[in-house]
Nanobody, 122 residues
Framework: VQLQASGGGLVQAGGSLRLSCAAS????????MGWFRQAPGKEREFVAG???????TYADSVKGRFTISRDNAKDTFDLQMNSLTPEDTAVYFC?????????????????WGQGTQVTVSS
């Protein structure tokens, strides 16, 4: 099983970034996928998730700014991040869930990508 995240970088406040995650070795189309992030000195937190049927769930802090999507034909899922603020600075992780519906508990995501750094400057 492998999840490969990409697309992080440095952006100014108000800007946008798109993260992508490519999965292999998982039953992609039947499981929920999620994005988490960990800021320096903080615990990892749920950002967004998408169910096997495409239902989206977001943390309150990113609602209206971030959009998660998935392509079951390519075993990939993305996180479009708009209106970024310095508070969004973190390492972002993609994860493959063990459930079909989205859960926010990281312990229900058995497979993780390596993380990609997102830095938002003020």
């Amino acid at each position: 099983v492998q999840l490969q995240a990409s697309g992080g970088g440095l952006v100014q406040a108000g800007g946008s970034l798109r993260l992508s995650c490519a999965a292999s070795g998982v039953n992609f189309s039947r499981n929920a996928m999620g994005w988490f992030r960990q800021a320096p000195g903080k615990e990892r937190e749920f950002v967004a998730g998408i169910s096997w049927r495409g239902s989206e769930t977001y943390a309150d802090s990113v609602k209206g700014r971030f959009t998660i999507s998935r392509d079951n034909a390519k075993d990939t899922f993305d996180l479009q991040m708009n209106s970024l603020t310095p508070e969004d600075t973190a390492v972002y992780f993609c994860a493959a869930g063990s459930t079909r519906t989205v859960v926010t508990d990281e312990y229900l995501y058995p497979y993780w990508g390596q993380g990609t750094q997102v830095t938002v400057s003020s």
